[in-house]
Nanobody, 118 residues
Framework: QVPLVESGGGSVQAGGSLRLSCAASGYTHCTYDMSWYRQVPGKEREFVSSIDVDGSTNYADSVKGRFTISQDNAKNTVWLQMNSLKPEDTAMYYC????????????WGQGTQVTVST
């Protein structure tokens, strides 16, 4: 397991913004490919966004144009800037490693709650 610490969740009104962060530790000499997922009770966890060590990004259609993923390889940290939030963005958000040191290695964070009210 790669320890992942997420932060930045909270409650915000629709149209507002939040910035989530995820810091990886344990393999400080490695680079990380990382993703964000989210889950609401009773539903499957869904992909939100991902970023490779070369900076290539992917987004779910539901968040394109509103969310931006970024990373600092030196700090082994990834951020998810969430703008124009909607009530349907309400979920537990999880950070996940896809690759560590270029090898497939999946590890999940504990999650951070995002609640968007009308």
């Amino acid at each position: 397991q790669v320890p992942l610490v997420e932060s930045g969740g909270g409650s915000v009104q629709a149209g507002g913004s939040l910035r989530l962060s995820c810091a990886a530790s344990g393999y400080t000499h490695c680079t990380y490919d990382m993703s964000w997922y989210r889950q609401v009770p009773g539903k499957e966890r869904e992909f939100v966004s991902s970023i490779d060590v070369d900076g290539s990004t992917n987004y779910a259609d539901s968040v394109k144009g509103r969310f931006t993923i970024s990373q600092d390889n030196a700090k082994n940290t990834v951020w998810l800037q969430m703008n124009s939030l909607k009530p349907e963005d309400t979920a537990m958000y999880y950070c996940k490693t896809d690759k560590v040191c270029g090898l497939v290695f999946e590890s999940w964070g504990q999650g951070t709650q995002v609640t968007v009210s009308t």
